[in-house]
């Protein structure tokens, strides 16, 4: 399907109650793999089948550019034909801006969901800080859009990724994402561990595990002999607490995350009140 043959049915819905599915959704496919990657591909193939869908996605990879966007640099969208044969457009920009530029050029009657992946590596824990993925899902929650970010969490570097996994769990599961009722401004981010399909164990709602790398920046030397740094980092602290996303996929699980826009620490507020401002008040009468 091809998001050109736009329905007139009017504005998008909003994600504090539940998507209709008594008719086809509009639905944005984004990455930040690159539009010609294999699991944007794979997203949209899934998309099509619940939906009108329109792929707006980076020319290149972006991966670990989190919820940037692009500022004082115009940019250009093309469009492209996939390996798979749909339509899109490429963008020269960060997932952020496909999704912005999507919302205002492909969907003069809104958008009803954005998807972003199939991502080719987990998304999982503090990483999500960084994840391009899942910054093109919380843009959509920004722009009041049922959102989900869906990674494949391999390991091993040159593995293949099972995308079919996550195309069977996608093909179950996304009408009952869709359908959840959500608190405002909530996206969700789901990994699904690279391993066959009838190796999944379940599926479980998890909240975020913590991820700590050591040797983030690496020193190294070019030919020349010129210092240059490596950034990457090994895992050196990955929560095993269950309940967590990373134990969940460690499990053989599939993770489904809620993640809100609200970075607030609402536990922190009420010790500052009374360390802070009660000083400031006993100072104030002295």
Same mark, same amino acid.
């Given at each position: 399907?091809?998001?050109?043959? #736009?329905?007139?049915?009017?504005?998008?819905?909003?994600?504090?109650?539940?998507?209709?599915? #008594?008719?086809?959704?509009?639905?944005?496919?984004?990455?930040?793999?690159?539009?010609?990657? !294999?699991? $944007?591909?794979?997203?949209?193939?899934?998309?099509?089948?619940?939906?009108?869908?329109?792929? +707006?996605?980076?020319?290149?990879?972006?991966?670990? +550019?989190?919820?940037?966007?692009?500022?004082?640099?115009? $940019?250009?969208?093309?469009?492209?034909? $996939?390996?798979?044969?749909?339509?899109?457009?490429?963008?020269?920009?960060?997932?952020?801006?496909?999704?912005?530029?999507?919302?205002?050029?492909?969907?003069?009657?809104? +958008?009803? $969901?954005?998807?972003?992946?199939?991502?080719?590596?987990?998304?999982?824990?503090?990483?999500?800080?960084?994840?391009?993925?899942?910054?093109?899902?919380?843009?959509? !929650?920004?722009?009041?859009?049922?959102?989900?970010?869906?990674?494949?969490?391999?390991?091993?570097?040159?593995?293949?990724?099972?995308?079919?996994? !996550?195309?069977?769990?996608?093909?179950?599961?996304?009408?009952?994402?869709?359908?959840?009722?959500?608190?405002?401004? +909530?996206?969700?981010?789901?990994?699904?561990?690279?391993?066959?399909?009838?190796?999944?164990?379940?599926?479980?709602?998890?909240?975020?595990?913590?991820?700590?790398?050591?040797?983030?920046?690496?020193?190294?030397?070019?030919?020349?002999?010129?210092?240059?740094?490596?950034?990457?980092?090994?895992?050196?602290?990955?929560?095993?607490?269950?309940?967590?996303?990373?134990?969940?996929?460690?499990?053989?699980?599939?993770?489904?995350?809620?993640?809100?826009?609200?970075?607030?620490?609402?536990?922190?507020?009420?010790?500052?009140?009374?360390?802070?401002?009660?000083?400031?008040?006993?100072?104030?009468?002295?």
């Amino acid at each position: 399907m091809w998001a050109g043959e #736009s329905r007139s049915s009017g504005s998008g819905r909003g994600f504090e109650g539940a998507v209709d599915f #008594s008719d086809l959704m509009r639905i944005l496919v984004t990455n930040d793999d690159g539009v010609f990657s !294999a699991g $944007l591909e794979t997203m949209a193939e899934v998309a099509s089948q619940f939906g009108e869908v329109v792929v +707006c996605a980076p020319d290149r990879e972006r991966s670990a +550019c989190g919820h940037s966007m692009t500022l004082r640099e115009p $940019l250009r969208a093309r469009e492209v034909r $996939l390996m798979n044969g749909m339509r899109g457009y490429e963008v020269n920009g960060l997932p952020v801006d496909c999704v912005n530029l999507a919302l205002t050029e492909y969907f003069p009657d809104g +958008c009803d $969901l954005v998807l972003s992946g199939i991502n080719n590596g987990p998304n999982l824990g503090w990483d999500v800080t960084y994840s391009g993925t899942v910054g093109g899902a919380l843009e959509g !929650a920004v722009n009041g859009i049922r959102s989900i970010a869906v990674s494949v969490a391999k390991y091993v570097e040159d593995a293949p990724p099972h995308y079919e996994t !996550a195309v069977a769990w996608m093909q179950e599961w996304l009408p009952k994402l869709v359908s959840a009722t959500l608190p405002k401004h +909530c996206m969700l981010n789901v990994n699904v561990p690279s391993i066959a399909p009838v190796e999944v164990r379940g599926t479980r709602i998890t909240r975020m595990g913590m991820r700590v790398y050591a040797d983030r920046v690496e020193r190294r030397e070019d030919p020349w002999g010129k210092p240059y740094y490596w950034q990457g980092g090994v895992v050196i602290v990955d929560s095993t607490q269950p309940g967590t996303d990373v134990h969940a996929v460690n499990e053989g699980f599939v993770s489904v995350t809620p993640v809100r826009l609200d970075w607030t620490d609402h536990e922190a507020i009420p010790d500052l009140v009374e360390t802070l401002l009660e000083a400031d008040r006993e100072e104030d009468a002295s």
